[in-house]
């Protein structure tokens, strides 16, 4: 059914101001839309009334829809009484009590999936990549329970990894992970081959076997700090080569990247470019990857909220932008251009304007993907992070605030 | 006198172990308020009363270190210039600060009302005093701040941000200090002044003068910044102003050697000066050290927006929950302790689960919270209900 959005408010342009400033020029627009697309963009006032229902946005802000790139959504303590992180001395201890937890949590995965589906859908999110767990201790059961409660809302695109987070050699996930592809799962995951696996080699040459079983992507957490994490990227590298895929690999953290000199980060975003591998980043301000200077030499980059409130840790907002946020305040970038080309971070790169002001975003025949604000420009959005109004997916409003 | 009852209110009563987990265990119990303190606790029902319905009762916050004159909030979207340094943004203010002032009663009120609405009952509010623009921005917020005595208390900071010498702001400064402002500000002696001894002379000198407090601010970088925390701390010393000194932002103690650290935080113990940061998350301060190490610490959000950053919300609890987050502390008690930098060191419970508040003769400024205890409300953001002054309701949501 064709739909008119009147009045919406786009950016335009940049234009220079008092002090040195800049500033984003924006104009009122009224969007047709029809089958999930938009068919027609004209200034307001100007679109041709051909029926169809007519939604009056009263000036509100448009950007591009949200995407989480790396969140848990199977874990999370969302729907359940207040749980502060119990203290571990090391990685094995805390993987120990998650144990615990997986499965006393077995029967509630879909509930409290879909409690962070809402709030990642109240900041505005409508696509993300989750990493699901699939171990010993829930099975399938994180699986089965947070494929279900993402298929049960409407507008909501994603992509489920199939993560071996106790580790794949060291719990033997293999027969696991392939029951979860044949589930639905679309990419294999990984962890830290050597700090988990005690086996760089032979834990990357078994998620690439799986990978290839399937002609799935992977999506690979890497933690490890400094010379280990850099050589088991370069290792993934080879494999990637090797087994030719080509832009079907992501590597989740990357924290060693912040290790890497100026010639060995130079070096390895090359090989990353070339094998069209991507860099997702959760931004943790303790250890903050290098993303400039990556999106610089040609590697994509892309933002998650990681986990939100569960054993790992009581924090999380579900909001990717507030990373984005981060991201500008870590790195002093408080000028127009700066924030609006920031939100790329939140979207898959997709910003309204490019960095001379040209604009990309939207055209005729794009998604009618929308999230609809009451502000200025995306620079605004960006660092002061307004209340989410209004979520559009494919043609329909799949998010209203009441508040 | 007003008396009345709180009823069906949350305290937090104790801890809880369990197998390594902690816990923290609340009661529902009715409170007296009696003129502008508690009075009695007492879980049987009193009859009459204001029903809490099992919020959690908190102490209200202190917001430590605001610019509350030259903003952007309120008024339209204004990023920042790029690439400019300090000495770029003070030139700036030659035009800015003429041209924001109409438009300030306004924008002061909205940041007061927000930071009401965020649970602060106290102000630290900074506002500046220089050759650009006198005392009128002083003036300005005096007159505003004065009308929300009946909601909060505030210390209003006269502040040199053109730097005390290098500016000669002397006479505006003194002129501010004679129409009554509560504190003698400073700024990077060394940075600004270029003239660490003389610029803090300067300034406890007018602090001596009119018998006020110091703040100062410091954002000079690591052994210069540390250099003019030690002479602040002579000064101090020598002017016996102890307990009468803060220091703001104090961004040297980032990324300084254990030692120096150990020997500063002790003086700043010893000298009972405050340290207030914003905490910026990608370098912090060592707060839970300089804790540790009987400094006072104390959260301010700096700027909400203005031409020097545009990053500020004036939530104090989001600040709380990303201290806890910057120094990974997650459990129970260090969620629940992280509280008291924002509260002038006031928690429900001790570390060790101990009541320490409320008690009778406590002043009841107080926020109630739809949380189960101090630590979720920090981790997890939880809204705030309402906020008491004084025994008086000066914020329902």
């Known amino acids: 059914m064709r739909k008119v959005l009147k009045n919406v408010r786009l950016e335009t342009g940049f234009q220079e101001a008092d002090l040195g400033r800049v500033e984003t020029i924006t104009a009122l627009f009224d969007i047709t839309v029809e089958g999930g697309r938009i068919i027609g963009l004209q200034l307001a006032g100007y679109a041709e009334n051909e029926g169809g229902a007519v939604l009056d946005l009263g000036g509100m802000l448009a950007l591009p829809r949200l995407v989480d790139s790396h969140v848990h959504i199977d874990k999370t303590y969302l729907t359940m009484d207040f749980h502060s992180t119990q203290p571990t001395k090391n990685i094995e201890e805390r993987l120990e009590l998650e144990a615990k937890d997986l499965i006393k949590m077995r029967d509630s995965v879909e509930t409290r999936s879909r409690a962070a589906i809402e709030l990642l859908l109240a900041k505005g999110t409508t696509k993300l990549r989750h990493h699901v767990n699939v171990d010993p201790y829930c099975e399938l059961k994180n699986l089965e329970g947070s494929l279900a409660a993402l298929r049960s809302f409407k507008g909501i695109d994603f992509e489920t990894v199939a993560f071996p987070q106790h580790g794949l050699l060291r719990k033997q996930c293999q027969p696991l992970l392939r029951e979860a592809m044949k589930m639905g799962a679309d990419l294999i995951g990984g962890i830290d081959p050597g700090g988990l696996d005690k086996d760089v080699e032979g834990s990357l040459k078994a998620t690439f076997d799986l990978a290839n079983e399937f002609g799935a992507g992977i999506d690979m957490h890497l933690h490890e700090r400094g010379a280990v994490g850099l050589y088991t990227m370069e290792r993934l590298c080879d494999l990637a080569q090797a087994r030719d895929m080509r832009g079907m690999i992501t590597i989740s953290h990357g924290f060693a990247l912040m290790d890497a000199n100026p010639a060995q980060l130079e070096a390895m975003a090359g090989r990353f470019r070339d094998l069209g591998i991507g860099i997702t980043s959760t931004y943790p301000p303790d250890r903050r990857i290098p993303v400039e200077q990556l999106k610089r030499l040609g590697v994509p980059v892309k933002f998650g909220c990681d986990g939100i409130y569960d054993s790992w840790g009581p924090f999380g907002t579900g909001d990717v932008l507030e990373k984005v946020k981060f991201y500008c305040m870590f790195n002093k970038l408080s000028d127009e251009i700066s924030l609006a080309q920031a939100l790329g971070l939140a979207t898959e790169g997709v910003t309204p304007l490019d960095e001379q002001g040209r604009r990309l975003w939207p055209k005729l025949g794009d998604p009618a993907d929308f999230v609809f604000l009451r502000a200025s420009c995306s620079a605004e959005v960006v660092a002061r992070l307004p209340q989410r109004e209004a979520v559009m997916s494919g043609g329909t409003m799949v998010y209203q605030n009441v508040k | ?397």
């Open chain 2, 1 to 397: 006198m007003q008396a009345y009852w709180l009823k069906n209110v949350r305290l937090e009563k104790g801890h809880k172990k369990n197998e390594g987990a902690v816990k923290t265990e609340t009661e529902i119990t009715n409170i007296k308020i009696v003129g502008d303190k508690f009075s009695e606790i007492s879980a049987s029902d009193p009859g009459e009363g204001i029903d809490c319905k099992g919020q959690l009762l908190l102490p209200s916050l202190r917001e430590s270190h605001i610019h509350i004159d030259k903003t952007y909030f309120g008024g339209p979207w204004m990023s920042c210039a790029k690439g400019k340094d300090l000495f770029g943004r003070l030139e700036e203010e030659k035009t800015l600060l003429p041209e924001l002032l109409p438009a300030m009663p306004e924008r002061t009120r909205k940041i007061i009302e927000l930071l009401i609405g965020k649970g602060h009952t106290h102000i630290q509010a900074q506002c500046n005093v220089d050759p650009i623009i006198g005392t009128q921005n002083y003036r300005c917020a005096k007159e505003i701040l004065e009308t929300y005595t009946d909601k909060l208390t505030y210390q209003l900071v006269a502040f040199p941000q053109h730097g005390l010498l290098r500016s000669n702001s002397l006479p505006y400064m003194r002129q501010a200090m004679e129409e009554g402002a509560d504190v003698v500000g400073g700024v990077d002696p060394g940075l600004l002044d270029k003239d660490v001894k003389n610029s803090l002379r300067a300034t406890f000198q007018l602090a001596a003068e009119y018998d006020r407090p110091v703040d100062i601010h410091l954002h000079e970088q690591n052994s210069l910044g540390l250099y003019s925390m030690n002479r602040i701390c002579d000064m101090t010393e020598e002017y016996g102003w102890q307990g009468r000194v803060t220091i703001g932002s104090a961004v040297a103690l980032s990324g300084i050697d254990p030692g120096s650290l150990q020997a500063i935080s002790r003086r700043l113990s010893q000298l009972d000066i405050t340290i207030s940061s914003s905490v910026a998350l990608e370098s912090p301060i060592p707060i839970p050290y300089l804790d540790q190490a009987g400094v006072r610490v104390a959260l301010g959000h700096d700027s909400l927006i203005d031409h020097f950053s545009c990053f500020g919300t004036g939530d104090t609890i989001e600040k709380l929950c990303n201290v806890a987050s910057c120094f990974k502390m997650t459990d129970e008690v260090s969620l629940g302790q992280v509280m008291k930098y924002a509260t002038g060191g006031i928690t429900p419970l001790d570390a060790d689960g101990n009541r320490r508040w409320p008690t009778s003769d406590d002043t009841a400024s107080f926020m109630l919270v739809d949380a189960s205890s101090s630590a979720e409300l920090i981790a997890r953001r939880k809204p705030i209900t309402a906020l008491y002054f004084k025994g008086r309701c000066v914020f329902h949501a």
